[in-house]
């Protein structure tokens, strides 16, 4: 692994943007912490007058721009290297201050919820400068029934440092101290590891090296699955507390609430996937024929079919194409995509200590930025579009919201991320003359879809099942999540593969998003909703582009569901989930009959 000193300048994002240096983030903090009482001396001041309320907002999101700035600074240097322990404990020191944030303001949405209707009105007539937070107001009133006495919100505030300590123990076993071990190549060679090159081997056309890669992951997790399984359990149970201390029905309608998503919607996505089941394993069936292994075993299932078409881009001819890919949605928004590719915006490489994955990162008085590990897979390109996509979605709220909107949900998030993905697909596909690469690229499809639907779907349904379980008040362990977890890779994935009984059951024990919180349903959701959107924009001209462009322009100005609606696509009935099906089965007749 290659050091980050030994990676070229030109690949490295440039956070000099948020903060010079570390001198300039520790005066940030000085500042913001000198801030933090006066906060807390507004209390009470709500009701006296519009400009009180007006005040006491525009110092509270004060404070937060300026928190959120020097948090995401903090958190990229620290996963440039996560060896680097003064990174790390900046990280934490901004958390800690994130915290102190919290409960000096913890009071303001309790205080906001004791004015009556009619007071409030009054304040609003009294200050035009508070129409601007007529929906930021509305979407704290909605929250009335699970928002408690002051002295009870600065409780839960206080306990917010301790209930991340799942999710930071977690992060540090996986990108820290994780050690994945040795295996041979496909040439025979004694490789290290990663789960860059994870990825890349389980897709190999070696099987030996599938297995494995396959035996070997799953093994480190296994060896501290014990752990591992207290630490879920952990987790679990704080999802528990906040959800009953605030009054929802479960762990899954707390996390929903914020996004004022209704429980119909994650429940519609399970029994839309369960109904249509036949259709994954209708694909599990064409990948044991194409590739003609009886037992068709899990480390399989990663495999391109048709090794024979494929291809990939370096990272350059990547940002190249995908200029001509985005196309469709305006020369402006693709001159922008050219403009933040050249002035920094994106970390490329793999480097020794760097944190994993990809994502898309960044707050309103920031660039957006995003972290790669480009292994040189046609994936990566896919994983640029799709980060790209948010990024965007960024930059068009920022530049077309105020401060209080200017940001998304997760829910919404996911819709601009897969559009750039579909495009990317669709475009390639228009250009696959050969008949090997369009089978490659179809295949390639089948397995987006599978992935960011069908596999994140049981993802949900996992979660969903523990947490029920850690509302009876059970105790998760090594043996109750396993037996979930078989049981669903068994439903999903069909007859036609055969699971590694002592390893499949535990790939729970390796999932981040688990610890997000009820986040891996809105992939497969917004998944749905960017196909109908992208063929909408595909088939249509600059009136649906532009209507696309809004549901980005808008930020969190609307509900979420709302939001998409501005493209017209309604992701609370189950019309778009049933499209993405439909379109998983064409995606498959096309391939049969390219083989017939």
Known sequence: MPERAEISEKYKWRLEKIFPDWDSWEAAFSEMTAELPRLAELQGSLSDSGSSLLTAIEAIHGTRRKLERAMVFAGMKSDEDTRIGANTARKGRISSLGVKYAEATSWFESELLDIQPEKRTELMAQESGLKLYDHFIQDIQRAREHTLPVEQEALLAGAGLMSRGPSQIFNAFDNADLSLGNIQDETGATVELTKARYYKFIKSTDRRVRRDSFQSFLDTYGAMSNTLAANMDANVKNHVFFANARRHAGTMEAALHPDAVQPEVFNSLIDSISGNIDVIHRYTALKKRVLGLDPLREYDLGVPLFKKGEFKFDYDEACEMLLVAFAPLGPDYVATVKQGIADGWIDVHENAG???????????????????????????????????????????????????????????????????????????????????????????????????????????????????????????????????????????????????????????????????????????TAYSGAVALSRKVLGGGEKEREHYLDILRSGCSKFPVDTVLLGGVDLATTEPMNDVIALFGSLIDQVESLLD
């Open 354 to 524: 760097k944190r994993s994955g990809g994502y898309s990162n960044g707050v309103y008085d920031t660039p957006p930025y995003i972290l790669l590990n480009w292994a040189g897979q046609l994936g990566d390109t896919f994983t640029l579009a799709h980060e790209l996509g948010h990024s965007m979605h960024s930059w068009l709220a920022v530049h077309n919201q105020p401060y209080v909107y200017g940001d998304y949900p997760i829910f919404t998030a996911e819709v601009a991320s897969t559009f750039n993905e579909l495009l990317l697909m669709d475009h390639l596909l228009a250009r696959a003359e050969d008949p090997a690469r369009k089978l490659f690229l179809l295949d390639y499809h089948l397995s987006q879809i599978n992935n960011t639907v069908f596999r994140q779907t049981m993802f949900a349904e996992f979660e969903l099942r523990v947490h029920r379980l850690g509302e009876q008040g059970q105790t998760l362990t090594v043996e109750t999540m396993g037996t979930i977890y078989r049981e669903l890779l068994v439903k999903y994935w069909g007859p036609q593969v055969e699971f590694d009984t002592k390893r499949s059951p535990l790939t729970w024990s390796r999932i981040p998003h688990f610890f997000y919180n009820f986040y891996v349903y809105q992939y497969a």
